[in-house]
């Protein structure tokens, strides 16, 4: 996953125009005005974030860079190495703190109930099992929170596989329990809205909103959105504009959810 990051100096300003933006914007968006939100409601400018599988700090850099302390739980001792080395380069090296470990075993490694967001980005499709890593998640949540949930979307995957020419393989996706196309397929697992948005429910928490992510970024030539004027920035109000309808949902290559407890206000 690519880096939202957004100028520290005008936080809310979009992240940098590039082909990544168009992987990152609609996700950071939802994801700032959470933070926004629950700073307003606990009156602390810094919040306590935990991202669980959060790598080499792609969303936990930049949230660090709004104020608020981020702790980043991966398996990876490389991607551990190279968050300190981003926090550091970004000045934030204060705020972020890497400590390895799975959302299996997250309460070995950070305590429950500790944490005012938690971030669970591609980690899902990659669990042995999702609704129990989404239970943990929510269980680190403090009694106020939001949960941002980000997985891969099983309809982009069979679009892609069709427009690609791989009818076969389109299909295999749309009928395999898993979303997979092949034993070539590099993701375990896919979801579609409504497995995911169950997933949160049944873990406790109501649904402040979901959104598709990547709707059309990766079936748009590269050389048409960098070539043309104007091409990156209408894309990117394109899908600003179709992620939370709940049509283009069932095309997306990622999912967003945002899930709220009982206390905390609505999208």
């Known amino acids: 996953m690519s880096d939202p990051s957004p100028n520290p100096a005008t936080p809310r300003s979009e992240p940098s125009r590039s082909r990544s933006a168009l992987r990152t914007a609609v996700v950071w968006d939802v994801l700032q005005d959470a933070l926004d939100r629950r700073v ?143 034993t070539g397929d590099p993701v375990p697992r896919r979801f579609t809205a409504e497995q995911l948005a169950g997933l949160v429910e049944s873990a406790g928490l109501r649904i402040g909103a979901v959104h598709g992510v990547r709707v059309f970024a990766d079936l748009v030539p590269g050389v048409l959105v960098d070539t043309e004027p104007g091409a990156m920035d209408a894309l990117l109000r394109l899908e600003a504009a179709a992620a939370e309808i709940a049509a283009f949902h069932s095309v997306a290559t990622q999912l967003h959810v945002l899930g709220e407890t009982g206390g905390t206000g609505g999208a």
């Open 40 to 182: 307003k409601a606990t009156g602390r400018q810094a919040l306590d974030v935990l991202d669980t599988g959060g790598g080499s700090g792609n969303f936990a850099v930049p949230v660090a860079r709004l104020g608020h302390r981020v702790t980043v739980v991966d398996p990876s001792p490389n991607a551990l190495f190279a968050l300190e080395r981003r926090a550091a380069e970004a000045d934030v090296a204060d705020r972020v703190r890497g400590v390895q470990g799975d959302v299996h075993g997250l309460f070995d490694v950070v305590e429950r109930g500790g944490y005012d967001a938690v971030l669970c980005h591609g980690v899902l499709e990659y669990v042995d099992d999702p609704a129990e890593g989404v239970r943990n998640a929510v269980a680190a949540l403090r009694e106020e929170g939001v949960l941002s949930l980000l997985a891969a979307g099983l309809g982009g995957a069979v679009l892609a596989r069709a427009l690609a020419g791989h009818f076969t393989e389109a299909r295999q996706a749309l009928t395999d329990p898993d979303g997979r196309w092949g």
